[in-house]
């Protein structure tokens, strides 16, 4: 180890280091101190090397900062629409004045990209508002990492440009979902709508969902891209087993949102929820609660979810599960310890709450920072616009002339994208989701800690009211199929609710992946125990963690 020469580190170090031999000493600052002398000297705990472990700790922490220093400089590759539209017609500019098209002044829009890359308070406070509304939190996107990847070393794709063939394939199917809320998914094998929606999608030439035999079908419909989401019913156990809480057990029903309640399908509305003015209606809810069974419980259930809640609830149900449920850890063999504080039950729900603001970190360095996406409500706009011949924004043909767009026009009388929240979008830009990157970094966590081949030993489906549970009679579901699911739920009930695109949840499950690796490498150096996590990656890869590397397991 390199010793420095500057300032106090180097007397304290040198103190530090001849404690061992000093058997009597004890420290207070930066010198020694003699015992006192006395009949009856105080007792001392027996501690293997004070000195010695206050520099190991020193140097575990810059042995874990140079190892992530390490990383690839990321590339950050963006759409250009910055430079095509200076008026911010392809990206996220909620919360500044708008035009009666929805458009910003093309100064404006420039001094507030130069306000969020400054992080600086003055010049984002001095920003004209076009509401209310507050900005959500562009500073903490300049925040540094300092457990796991620095958020800014986490490289991402270039989102979709506004004009290409992969935005109109993702806004065809937000608005598909738009329509298709309120239909149980005990009923989409037979629904003609879903049936529509799933024809319709198979068409757009750059739409990434998954297929079967080349087509979308209902079984495959608004499903997530990992292995796990194809198996069993569309919504994971995980949001549907009671959840152990100490003695008790938590059911998972929920007060349900009333059917056919969507919100900003006006002009006036829009506009005003663009510039940052309150809404004034609320949703209006059942009296009975149901678990999940439709697209509008799923995207109300991501409206008022906590970070981490459906992770500390899965983690809950796979500790209630039992041994059996548990990966191997340096505990598994061991004859006369347990697990607790390191390998264990406080240290797994503790690493999933961690994960949720380690997934947060990239999520909000790239909205702010780097891509700055513009929301689906106000794509909606610009469909309104371009379709009535006020404007042309180049969006592609094969939105334009998808049948989704009739179909909105005659339930709501325009072609806004109706939303399930009288707000909308939060305020800040939609690429990637941080409902994605906290759910990639969590399961991530989830993975490593529990057995991903234990099956279940109980699965359930809602019926088509959510009011009753029915026993899964279908195959087998495992532990780290339903956790994979889970995290494509959780990204895709917002893509639901109206507020993000897929890309925004499959791109950002895996950056939070990636988050969730590096946090679970930082975990490894601090613990005194030699060990390793083993786990699936989204894409199926099982890969081996290291202190200091990934590997192919």
Known sequence: MKDRTHGSAVSRRRVLGGLGAAAGAIVLGD???????????????????????????????????AFQASRPAPILATNGDEARFPDGAGSF????????????????????VSAVN???????????????????????????????ADSHTLDMPAVHALGSARQAAEAAEVYWMALTRDVAFEDWADDAVIGEAATDLSTFSDFTGPRESGAVTPATLFRGPTAGDLTGPYVSQFLMLDVP?????????????????????????????????????????????TWIANGRDLAEYVHSDYTFQAYLHAGLICLGFGPDALDESPYSAALREGAFLTFGPAAQLDLVAHAAVIGLRPAWFHKWLVHRKLRPEALGGRVMHQMSGTRDYGLDTELLDSPVLDRIMDAHGSHLLPQAY????????????GHATIAGAAVTVLKALFKESFVLPRAVHANRNGNRLRQWTGEDLTLGGELDKLASNIATGRNIAGVHWRADGD?????????GISFLQDHLREVAEQGEYRLTRFDGTPIRVSVDSVTLA
């Open 31 to 65: 010198a020694p101190v003699a015992e006192a002398t006395s009949a009856a000297p105080p007792t001392r705990a027996q501690t293997a090397g004070l000195g010695a472990r206050a520099l190991e700790a020193e140097q575990r922490r810059i042995d874990a900062a």
């Open 507 to 515: 791109d950002g499950l895996t950056v939070g992946e990636e988050a």
């Open 245 to 289: 809480e100490g003695r008790d057990a938590r059911s998972q029903r929920a007060r349900r949102p009333r059917t056919k309640q969507d919100f900003m399908t006006t002009t006036p509305e829009w506009l005003d929820v663009q510039r940052g003015v309150r809404p004034t209606d609320s949703p209006t809810f059942e009296r009975r609660a």
């Open 93 to 112: 500019t909620k919360t500044l004045p708008h035009n009666e098209y929805g458009e910003v002044d093309p100064g404006v829009f420039a001094a507030f």
């Open 118 to 148: 400054s992080g600086s308070a003055t010049d984002i406070n001095a920003l004209p508002a076009g509401g209310t509304a507050k900005l959500a939190n562009p500073r903490a996107a300049h925040s540094f990492s300092l457990f796991g």
């Open 422 to 433: 009288p707000e909308g979008s939060p305020t800040h830009p939609s690429y990637p989701a």
